[in-house]
């Protein structure tokens, strides 16, 4: 059981929540992940670690309701427990200073991707960020990123706060300026980091993606996560969640996404936390 | 003179009474259900078959058991009524009868040798096992038998499937202090997430499970060894020895184009959104499975048959099992294949899947087949398949489980310096020891052996549970 300590609406249906799980805590590093139950009758699902305290012991998340089981989650308040979590999960983000890193975060991604702007700043790199929603109000970690940043950058689809339209159009904008990349990190829906990889791969710039396959146990046991890179058959829970993007096939992650619509559609429509709403 | 033939004559009557079968569900009606299959003996037919057994002074049974269980012992217990201590006699030696006795392959092992096997049927060992174990569990009377003294030896084990579970249980007994740690949410490994309910209720598995927690094991859940903690963390926080029975768990696949289509699972995964997760009741439990009308399971040992079993529960109109040898050669027990087909599983023998090809969705919808005849024997002893030139047809399908087999997973070894793995990833151990080549700690199971039988990895728990016991004294 894993004891709640915060939880917070970062706005209408992503969510911040904290809570305990020590030795993960201790362990964790950047970009790596967990895989959660909310109950014996729940779902397994993947969430990557947004950030962690080594000396409270706790583990911070970012989630997006999406379903039944993000729904229910939500519904969890600070003194609730969670039944399961395992991790840290997956090969962690290979941080080094490699010059001048923009790190591109889109929706829910932005919080994935804080972590290892963060890591980057650390290591001594020019941390250049891009982050993006498709409005004003559900963008979210701005001033995070703003401290770990060298340079902030924000686009809104509609236009309603920085620059308006995609992440992509930002990026190659700094690219057309003239603006020396070493490496780009680019976390987001998957239709955004396939746009961002065709931006960077003209100039060469390697790009490095986190891929959010469905997972069952995510150990390396059952192959649900399995993604193509490089044309060879990968699984996203051991082999990465982390490749390089330029060699992935999103067509086939997207489509391997979408295998369970229908069933998570009935799901949600039978769960009474997706109808209380916040 | 006359007493020895009085004895020779008694002996023939016994051997008249006939192998008693066991009632099961009809097939109509559990291809409907996830309920287990057979029903079990009743005490009166267990007593009868029991009688059966003729108490041979060398029995060759108990060398053909894995884990030695004093198989005339425990059936002379029953053949006198006396089902509760004929349990207790099978736990002296076997830590889950109530697995064994339904999962176990006895036609090749204890009931292999039976005497009576000579010159008719060979005494039903397994399911007189399965009975004593179900009638203790059903009384509620579970001795928990007395364990020796704390020695302050801390062992952890790493899995807390039937090899893990097995040395946990023995090495409690004799007084060490142990600790399982289980990556999944569920203790029981294969039996948990492996071994259909209607093979292997998982009551029975979590009342095992529950049995050794009652002797003392810790089982901490949720603990990825090599990701948590690696090896070197265990020694550091005071064990004196580690196990590794961590199961061959990685899935194979046939590396074919568009084998990463929607719609097509490993075994592993299929069987693990069935059992562990109990997708067979979605939406009451939410993790969803594809209930595939078209469904083609491709392999043919007892995950394959418990693959394409598992399909016709969920619904399919047709659940095909794609082989490329011939019945023969099927590595599943024959009670499994003969299960299937007396469900209506469709055996396509000496067919090969080459290619699948998906709708505009993504989604599988064809398998392309290669029809195959069999050549001269392999390093297997079995004769190796070879491609029909012009064979090719197609089959529609809507849901694939790969069911070929599975690898080590590397995630151990890559973090444990100084274990030695060989070629296919699979940890070097002495013989009969599970000893590895870093010292303190041992390994057993499908990790060791690739894939096997339940039986053999507890096997393989008992005999390091013996060199760990001797290691750890020795410190």
């Not at chain 1, 305290?53 to 969670?82: H, M, P, R, W």
């Not at chain 2, 142990?178 to 998982?202: D, M, N, Q, S, W």
């Not at chain 2, 399971?297 to 969920?314: E, K, P, Q």
Request: charged share 25%.
């Amino acid at each position: 059981m894993y004891k709640i300590i915060e939880k917070k609406y970062l706005q209408d249906i992503v969510v911040k929540m904290v809570f305990e799980a020590p030795e993960i805590a201790r362990k964790r590093k950047a970009g790596q992940f967990i895989v959660l139950m909310i109950d014996d009758k729940g779902e397994r699902i993947p969430l990557t670690i947004v950030d962690s305290d080594s000396e409270k012991g706790t583990l911070t998340i970012i989630f997006q309701i999406v379903g039944k089981t993000t729904a229910c989650l939500a519904q969890l308040n600070a003194g609730d427990y969670i039944k399961h979590v395992l991790g840290p999960l997956g090969h962690p983000t290979e941080i080094e200073n490699f010059g001048t890193s923009v790190c591109v975060g889109g929706g829910v991604g932005v919080g994935v991707i804080y972590p290892i702007a963060a890591a980057l700043k650390k290591a001594g790199n020019k941390v250049i960020s891009i982050i993006g929603a498709r409005t004003k109000d559900i963008l979210i970690l701005e001033d995070e990123m703003r401290n770990v940043s060298d340079r902030l950058l924000v686009a809104t689809d509609d236009g309603s706060y920085g620059f308006h339209g995609f992440v992509s159009a930002v990026l190659q904008n700094l690219i057309d300026s003239g603006e020396k990349i070493d490496r780009v990190f680019a976390i987001g829906p998957v239709p955004m980091m396939r746009v961002i990889c065709n931006v960077t791969k003209p100039y060469n710039i390697k790009t490095i993606v986190s891929l959010n396959p469905i997972m069952v146990d995510a150990t390396g046991m059952c192959g649900a996560c399995r993604v193509s890179v490089g044309g060879k058959t990968k699984f996203g829970c051991v082999d990465g969640p982390e490749f390089d993007g330029h060699e992935v096939d999103f067509g086939l992650l997207m489509s391997r996404l979408r295998m369970y619509n229908e069933q998570e559609k009935q799901s949600m429509d039978l769960c009474r936390c997706a109808e209380n709403g916040k | 003179m006359e007493n020895k033939e009085e004895k020779i004559e008694k002996r023939e009557k016994k051997e008249k009474v006939p192998r008693q079968p066991m009632p099961e569900q009809d097939p109509k009606a559990r291809i409907g259900n996830f309920d287990e299959v057979p029903y079990g003996y009743s005490a009166e037919t267990a007593i009868i078959e029991a009688k059966r057994c003729i108490q041979c002074k060398k029995p060759s049974c108990v060398a053909g058991c894995p884990v030695d269980v004093d198989i005339p012992g425990f059936i002379k217990l029953i053949a006198e009524g006396k089902f509760i201590e004929a349990a207790w006699k099978l736990k002296e030696t076997n830590a889950l009868p109530a697995v064994c006795g339904r999962v176990c392959p006895q036609e090749d092992q204890c009931e292999k040798v039976c005497v009576l096997g000579k010159k008719g049927d060979p005494v039903a060992i397994g399911r007189l096992e399965r009975f004593a174990a179900d009638y203790e569990r059903s009384t509620g009377k579970i001795e928990i038998p007395k364990v020796a003294a704390p020695t302050g030896k801390k062992i952890a084990i790493v899995g807390a499937g039937p090899a893990g579970l097995t040395i946990a249980g023995d090495l409690v007994k004799v007084g060490h202090d142990v600790t399982v740690f289980e990556a999944l949410h569920k203790a029981g490994g294969v039996l948990i997430y492996g071994i259909p309910e209607f093979r292997l209720p998982k009551a029975i598995v979590d009342a095992e499970v529950n049995y050794l927690e009652k002797l003392g094991v810790k089982i901490v859940l949720n603990a990825a060894i090599g990701r948590l903690k690696t090896v070197d963390d265990l020694f550091a926080e005071g064990f004196n020895a580690v196990f590794l029975g961590v199961g061959a768990g990685a899935p194979v696949f046939m590396n074919i184009p568009g084998e990463n289509l929607s719609g097509i699972y490993s075994a592993n995964e299929y069987l693990t959104r069935s059992n562990l997760m109990k997708a067979y009741r979605f939406p009451e439990f939410d993790t969803p499975i594809a209930k595939g009308k078209n469904v083609a399971v491709i392999g043919g040992g007892n995950v394959a048959m418990d693959s394409v079993r598992t399909a016709l529960r969920l619904g399919a109109d047709n659940a095909y099992i794609i082989y490329r040898r011939s019945k023969k050669e099927m590595p599943a027990r024959i009670e499994e294949i003969h299960h299937a087909e007396e469900e209506g599983v469709q055996f396509n023998f000496l067919t090969n899947p080459i290619e699948y090809i998906g709708d505009e969705n993504g989604w599988v919808k064809q398998m392309v087949c290669n029809r195959m005849e069999l050549g001269e024997p392999d390093e297997s002893g079995r004769r190796r398949p070879i491609v029909i030139k012009g064979s090719e047809f197609t089959i529609d399908v809507d849901t694939v489980v790969v069911a070929i087999g599975t690898t080590a997973n590397p995630v151990i070894p890559r973090t444990t310096p100084g274990l030695e793995v060989n070629k296919w990833g699979y940890i070097v151990t002495k013989d009969g020891s599970g000893e590895t080549t870093r010292q303190g700690v041992y390994a057993g199971g499908d990790i060791v052996t690739g894939s096997a039988t339940v039986i053999l990895a507890m096997g393989a728990g008992r005999q390091a549970a013996k060199a760990i016991d001797s290691y750890v004294r020795s410190l």
